[in-house]
Each structure stands twice: as C-alpha cells, then as structure tokens.
C-alpha cells in the first residue's frame, strides 16, 4: 500500500487539534475564586507632579512711553514650569549691579516677591531701574533668580541677566 502524502492544510488541522488537546489538559478541574490585589499609594504620590523651571524667553525691555532718565527703564522678566500648570507659586529675587553710573531697582519692592503661574506654566515680573542720578543715567546689569516656592513642586532654579545702558 502506498504511503499517502500528507497535505499541508492537514498538517495544519492535525499540528492545531494536538495543540488544543494539550492545552486543554492544563485545566485545572475546577475553577477557584479569583484573587484580587489592590495597593494604595501613599498621599503624596496621589497628588505630587514635579515641575522644571526654565526661562526660555530672553528678558525684554518694555516701553511705555517714559523718559528713562526720570521714570526707569522697565524690563519684564518670564518663567515657565513643564508641564504647564496654573496656580504655583515662583519666588524672584532681583539684583542690580551698576558697572558705570549708579541706579537702583524701584519696582518691585521688596526685591524678593512671588508670583503665581498662570494657565500656560508661565510667571512674569516686570521691574523698573532707576538712575540714581537722572543726570548721568546708569550702565549694569538687572539679575533675577526665580525658584520654587514649595519644593514640592519643583527644586531647580534659573537665573536671567540684562545689561542696562542708560545714558541721559
């Protein structure tokens, strides 16, 4: 008698029915009931998100039409926390360090303050110079550092410089 070949298609069939046959003796005989697992985070881990601080935009100078020798000049200085969220606090600290004539940081006062974010992660401190003397005008540079208020919700600062040259 000769030997039938064996098509492919039954190959198949014959490779799944041993397949299943096996599969089918892994049962268990009956079934138990199911085991569930449940963990709670703690509190903080609920609700805590770290946020980093950078200060992509360069400072700007913003005119409102003044005469810098008597009213300051004006430069508005912007934060901005990823992801963005509204509502977290930022602390600012100003500097002025004159390399020419003097002049002096009016608005803000104090120097240090903190400003809130706003929808777009972004917090924004317009500060005013002064020459000391509207005479000789000012030349140094206006610093600000801005850090997190509560390290809760960020721990990294950045600072941002502009150089004032104020000649009247």
């Avoid at 030997?3 to 599969?23: F, H, I, N, Q």
């Avoid at 085991?35 to 992509?56: D, I, K, N």
Wanted: charged residues 10%; negative net charge; hydrophobic residues 40%.
């Amino acid at each position: 008698m000769p030997a039938s070949k064996l098509s492919r298609r039954d190959a198949l069939k014959v490779l799944a029915a041993a397949s299943g046959a096996v599969a089918l003796s892994h049962l268990p005989t009956s079934w138990g009931k199911p085991e569930l697992q449940a963990g709670v985070l703690p509190a903080h881990a609920q609700t805590s998100m770290t946020h980093v601080l950078s200060a992509p935009f360069p400072p700007e100078e913003i005119d409102l039409g003044q005469s810098y020798c008597y009213d300051g000049i004006v430069i508005r200085f912007t934060a901005v926390i990823t992801p963005p969220t509204a509502g977290i606090s930022l602390q600012y600290s100003l500097n002025y360090t004159a390399s020419g004539a003097p002049g002096s940081i009016t608005v803000p006062s104090p120097t240090i303050g903190t400003v809130n974010t706003n929808g777009s992660g972004q917090a924004t401190v317009d500060v005013t110079v002064l020459p000391d003397s509207p005479f000789f005008g000012t030349t140094g540079t206006l610093t600000v550092v801005w850090s997190f208020v509560n390290p809760a919700d960020g721990t990294n600062t950045v600072s941002q410089s502009y150089d004032i040259e104020i000649g009247c």
